[in-house]
């Protein structure tokens, strides 16, 4: 902590002050110490610690400045001293109450009987003046809702509660001595009454007529004052009988069961290892295991996972709801156990019913005589069982009613009850014999519909393709149209030939020439031995 000097330090002197400071912390170093003797906390921070600069009129470290320095002699504690008279008059002064004679109030605010108008003033008339006192009152006192209280007038309410209580219990004390009376007298005035019951009758007026206190001592109840909330409260007393050993003294040893003296509870069994039918107390744990606690638990719990499931029960909030679903609940499931019980029984018979079992069964052993080698093989005296097939028999699978292979039909398998051809496939039943009949029809009528309106094939025109060589038929018709369209490709081609930059890359080839085609070369066909060949273009 820094203490409250604003000298110049230097580098050297802060860092000692520093190494003090955090040795007074880690408990190396003693505490400073105020001007009254006191040790400072070494962790309190320094805007705490240090005093304002209005404040600081001493060099030593102090926390003075934090406390109440201000102090007001002024303040007082006390009340009203209610009812107090300080004057009684002898006769009327002038300005006091009208009403009765007092000088402390006026006649509006006179809380005395209203007087006569009229009458005549005299010493009885008169009442004496109220004590009249202010106080000037601190914040706490100002706040103080039970200031000037008296607790002599709780006293009486007390009183009036106490006197309703024991009026009561006279009243119903005297109600059942005047019931057991009436019926002691109808029954000695009957004929053949026995002396037992009539000892017992006596015996009942007695009880009745015993204390109410001592009869019912156990739910007295005991003031207890000092308590760890303030105040007294009213507890009822322990029901254990003092005759009977506390459960900590059962077993002394500092290792047994832990006893808990605020609860007065001991979970474990304090003495685990003696006889079971000696012992009347083998722990708190053993009465929340059984009994209505264990069918308590279990409510809880049932409640628990049914509104996890969805269900709008809570076991605080509607309590019997709960405890009537519950109950429906058990009930329901008795139910389930009784059916799974008479189907496993229907199915499989009961060995505790009273139908005799074979002797061979019975006795495991019959006259039959078998004679078996030494492999263990049956060589005579019993016939042998041929297995009727490598696979599983009578097991149905996949909801169906037929085994595997029932049916055959297009060189393929399949289940008789529902006619599919694929071994995992669902049962469907004669619903889905329909559907795939259904299917079938509607596939058969879609191919002969699109056989009909099926269209042939268009003829194709026969190309005439060219297949003489130098010479030309006679008989050879060619179209003007056509030809001169295939001159003008020939030109073209020829154009590329003699620009190389103008050949391209992707060249198609094409074999069929026709009798056009053939023409447009042989006419743009250039002859070396021509003269004119310098004229053709």
Not at 15 to 22: G, M, N, P, V
Not at 69 to 98: F, H, I
Not at 267 to 285: M, V
Not at 364 to 374: A, K, P
Request: aromatic share 8%; net charge negative; hydrophobic share 30%.
């Amino acid at each position: 902590m820094a203490t409250s000097s604003v000298a110049f330090k230097s580098r050297e002197d802060h860092r000692k002050q520093i190494e003090l400071e955090e040795a007074r912390k880690a408990g190396l170093a003693p505490a400073e110490v105020d001007e009254d003797g006191k040790e400072i906390n070494p962790h309190i921070p320094q805007y705490m610690s240090s005093a304002p600069w209005y404040l600081d009129n001493s060099q030593k470290p102090s926390l003075r400045h934090q406390r109440k320095w201000k102090s007001d002699p002024n303040y007082s504690k006390s009340w009203y001293d209610r009812g107090a008279k300080v004057y009684q008059a002898e006769k009327y002064r002038k300005g006091a109450c009208e009403n009765c004679g007092a000088m402390t109030h006026d006649a509006k605010s006179c809380m005395e009987r209203p007087r006569k108008v009229g009458a005549k003033w005299t010493n009885k008339h008169i009442a004496p003046d109220e004590k009249i006192e202010s106080f000037e009152l601190d914040y706490d006192g100002k706040r103080d809702r039970w200031n000037g209280y008296e607790t002599s007038n709780f006293a009486r309410v007390v009183e009036r509660y106490e006197a309703r209580d024991a009026a009561r219990s006279k009243h119903l004390k005297e109600q059942q001595l005047k019931k057991l009376e009436e019926k002691n007298s109808n029954q000695t005035d009957e004929a053949g009454a026995s002396d037992e019951d009539n000892y017992e009758d006596d015996l009942r007026v007695d009880e009745a007529k015993v204390d109410e206190s001592k009869q019912m001592d156990f739910a007295k109840v005991e003031k207890r004052v000092r308590t760890t909330g303030g105040g007294s409260t009213g507890t009822v007393r322990n029901l254990r009988i003092r005759e009977d050993t506390a459960k900590y003294l059962l077993n002394l040893d500092v290792n047994s069961a832990h006893y808990d003296p605020k609860t007065r509870s001991m979970r474990e069994d304090p003495l685990p290892d003696a006889d079971p039918n000696e012992k009347f107390y083998e722990g708190d744990n053993q009465y929340r295991n059984s009994g209505q606690a264990l069918e308590f638990k279990q409510l809880n719990i049932h409640a628990w996972e049914a509104f996890d499931k969805g269900q709008d029960i809570h076991m605080q909030a509607a309590p019997s709801q709960a405890e009537l679903l519950y109950k429906n609940y058990k009930v329901i499931k008795e139910k389930l156990k009784t059916q799974t019980k008479d189907m496993i029984m229907e199915k499989y018979g009961n060995a505790a019913s009273g139908e005799e079992l074979p002797k061979e069964l019975l006795l495991g052993q019959t006259e039959r005589q078998v004679e078996y080698d030494r492999a263990g093989r049956i060589i005579k005296g019993q016939e042998t069982v041929l297995p009727k097939s490598k696979y599983e028999e009578d097991i149905y699978i996949n909801n169906h009613t037929s085994v595997w292979g029932s049916w055959w039909k297009d060189h393929q398998w399949g289940y008789k009850c529902c006619k599919q051809t694929i071994r995992n496939s669902y049962c469907t039943g004669a619903a889905g014999i329909k559907a795939a009949e259904a299917a079938i029809d509607l596939m058969k009528a879609n191919i002969a519909r699109k056989e009909t309106t099926e269209e042939l094939p268009a003829p194709v025109e026969e190309k005439r393709l060219a297949t003489w060589g130098t010479e030309v038929p006679d008989d050879l018709v060619l179209d003007e149209k056509l030809l001169a369209e295939a001159l003008k490709k020939e030109n073209e081609r020829k154009k590329e030939e003699k620009d190389e930059r103008k050949r391209k890359y992707n060249v198609t080839w094409n074999d069929e020439v026709t009798p056009e085609e053939m023409e447009a070369y042989r006419m743009t066909k250039i002859h070396h031995d021509d003269p004119m060949k310098n004229f053709l273009h």
